[in-house]
């Protein structure tokens, strides 16, 4: 009881007395001082340990610590005292923690925590309360996050049974820089990753930098396939790793597809201008229109007519195209492969888009061609004047001979 008289009366005589002398301010500082971790990383805590250090020889009473800082580090500033009491002179063994949690979108740079340090200590003619300010500074390093996305492919939708190239964007949506950004990507669901280089690195991404991967792929059927990239990266610093798998939906609309089923007649060596017929079927899922084919073929083969033009196959249908070619006669029999290239537009796409793809298929070549009508006619009129002649030689040894006999 009598020890609470005695601090109610020190208050009210420090409440009197309204002055604070200077020579008494900042008699209080901190020591031993410690952040960890550090660097801080955003998102996470930053722990704060020290000693307090009275400079004076005399006790310091009903001392309080309050710790201030502007946002982010602080949402409410200032935050509630801690009342520490008595101070002994010089170095005071109690080590103090405090904990703050740094917000994941603190930028990156140097952040100050200040303790302020209010106390009652005897002066020479009254009781004084003074403050001292402590201010501790640490580093804060940003979180990096990256998201990848896909940009639209070209044409703008992904067609069934084709192989297009789309472009991965990856971006650094956090507040850090992100260092060793490795991606792997792979196709599910009937989506194929045709690209030689499945993984991809970046060394450094910068907050809110993007940067554009291509990726080839294809996708069979029109269901919702879709790409899987796992992705690791460091802080800036190296000191946190991060890692995630992403989902990127991709659309696949349908498409005509288009296979040979036969080739007609087989041409022979030496034949020119002779016509040759593929069957072809539309086995895609979509209706082709202002179907234009062309032929391309190795030697001994050479295109004479190298397009042909269909209005519209609808799919499952089969039509004849045929091309006129020539078999150089100093080629060899045997099967030869060809190339059928084919453009044309569909429901599905946009106005001016043009649908191509192309299909590997073989033409039989024969031997030497026969004759033609009138090549015919000419050997057998060559070869009835040579049976002719070769009676009439008959005939007249036969005459020689009877007149000799007479």
Do not use: C
Request: glycine share 6%.
């Amino acid at each position: 009881m009598k020890i609470q008289t005695i601090f109610l009366a020190l208050a009210i005589m420090a409440a009197m007395s309204g002055v604070v002398s200077a020579q008494y301010a900042n008699s209080v500082s901190l020591t031993n001082v410690s952040v960890s971790p550090n660097p801080v990383v955003a998102g996470g805590n930053a722990t704060i340990r020290f000693q307090l250090y009275n400079t004076y020889n005399y006790w310091l009473y009903s001392t309080t610590l309050q710790p201030t800082g502007s946002y982010p580090l602080l949402n409410v500033s200032p935050l509630n005292t801690d009342v520490i009491g008595l101070v002994r002179p010089g170095l005071n063994p109690e080590y103090y923690n405090y904990t703050i949690p740094i917000s994941r979108t603190a930028p990156s740079g140097t952040y100050t925590i200040t303790f302020t340090a209010t106390y009652m200590l005897y002066a020479a003619t009254s009781i004084q309360i003074a403050t001292s300010s402590m201010p501790v500074s640490f580093h804060v390093q940003a979180e990096p996050s990256i998201k990848v996305t896909a940009s639209d492919p070209q044409p703008s939708t992904l067609y069934s049974g084709y192989n297009q190239t789309i472009s991965l964007q990856v971006e650094n949506t956090g507040y850090g820089t992100a260092r060793n950004v490795t991606a792997t990507v792979t196709g599910e669901n009937g989506l194929n990753v045709l690209s030689s280089v499945r993984s991809f690195f970046i060394s450094n991404l910068t907050s809110g930098s993007t940067q554009s991967e291509p990726v080839l792929i294809s996708a069979n059927g029109t269901g919702n396939p879709y790409l899987l990239v796992n992705i690791t990266y460091y802080s800036a610093r190296f000191q946190k790793r991060f890692s995630s798998t992403q989902r990127i939906n991709i659309s696949v609309a349908p498409s005509a597809q288009f296979a040979i089923s036969s080739v007609t007649p087989s041409p022979a060596i030496g034949a020119t201008d002779v016509p040759v017929n593929f069957r072809i079927t539309n086995t895609g899922t979509s209706p082709a229109e202002q179907l234009q084919l062309n032929i391309q073929t190795p030697y001994p083969i050479t295109p004479v007519a190298s397009t042909a033009y269909l209005n519209g196959l609808q799919p499952g249908a089969s039509a004849n195209v045929t091309f006129l070619v020539s078999i150089d006669a100093e080629g060899v029999p045997g099967n030869y492969p060809v190339t059928l290239y084919e453009q044309w537009k569909q429901p599905s796409g946009s106005a001016n888009q043009q649908f191509t793809g192309s299909n590997n298929y073989f033409v039989a070549v024969g031997k030497t061609a026969a004759a033609s009508g009138y090549e015919t006619y000419a050997i057998i009129g060559i070869v009835i004047l040579l049976i002719a002649i070769a009676a009439y030689r008959r005939a007249a040894a036969k005459g020689k001979k009877g007149a000799k006999k007479q």
